[in-house]
């Protein structure tokens, strides 16, 4: 099954309230959002913690929201049955992280699970060329990841662009995120690049009441 062809908005719970993550989330659901982001840190990968599998499977009896799982962990082949376990609904893998990506994907996939592969934003496309039809989503980091709130990379634009005529030409059914720097202001330039689906952390949970920057978003991309 394919992810569907409609914009998204995935709010990064990186900028929600770690005491309140249930209320976040159920915040969320009543805004209308769908999905919700999940930016797992290892403090090696990159130069952050923050939570692993307990915490989201704690979370996912609370929850009926898409759980995106962005994980940015060394070697993350060797925790896939512990996300999956956990109710991760997508689960991405960053290129650099894993020497044998394409065994990682497969099992990803194989689990009933969609498979993403996120790229740094100096890593070259051609790195998922091949296994673009075994990809959901592929996620062009906006920022070096680690941090919310830092400033977008403008290459990264180009770098959208390319993907989708990599994809067009590919024919396959994969969507296209992108997370780090999102705002109101940049998001209808990051969609009309090809992006299907934005992350957003500190331009999102920093403005509530969640409908109306859900709807905020919403509108800025379609007008
Ligand atoms: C960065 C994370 C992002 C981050 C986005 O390492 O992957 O998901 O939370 O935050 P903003 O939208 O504030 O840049
Ligand atoms: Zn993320």
Not at 99 to 111: D, G, M, N, P, Y
Not at 153 to 171: G, H, S
Not at 206 to 215: F, N
Request: aromatic share 8%; net charge negative.
């Amino acid at each position: 099954m394919s992810l569907t062809n409609d914009f998204i908005l995935s709010p990064s719970l990186l900028s929600s309230d770690f005491s309140r993550l249930a209320e976040e989330l159920a915040a969320l659901e009543s805004a209308g959002l769908s999905w919700v982001h999940w930016d797992v840190m290892d403090g090696r990968f990159v130069p952050n913690i923050t939570f692993g599998p307990p915490v989201i499977k704690a979370c996912r009896k609370e929850s009926s929201l898409f759980f995106d799982v962005h994980l940015m962990i060394e070697e993350p082949g060797r925790f896939i049955g512990e996300f999956v376990d956990a109710g991760a609904d997508l689960i991405c893998v960053h290129a650099e992280a894993e020497t044998h990506l394409e065994r990682t994907v497969s099992l990803i996939a194989q689990s009933g699970v969609k498979a993403a592969v996120s790229l740094n934003p100096h890593t070259p496309l051609e790195t998922i060329r091949y296994l673009l039809p075994q990809l959901s989503m592929v996620l062009i980091m906006s920022v070096n990841p680690g941090f919310g709130g830092q400033s977008f990379i403008p290459f990264t634009l180009d770098k959208v662009r390319d993907l989708r005529a990599m994809i067009d030409d590919a024919d396959t059914d994969t969507r296209i995120q992108m997370d780090g720097g999102v705002t109101l202001e940049n998001a209808p330039t990051l969609v009309a690049a090809g992006a299907d689906i934005l992350v957003s952390g500190s331009a999102f949970f920093g403005h509530p009441p969640y409908a109306d920057r859900h709807s905020a978003f919403q509108q800025a991309v379609t007008r």
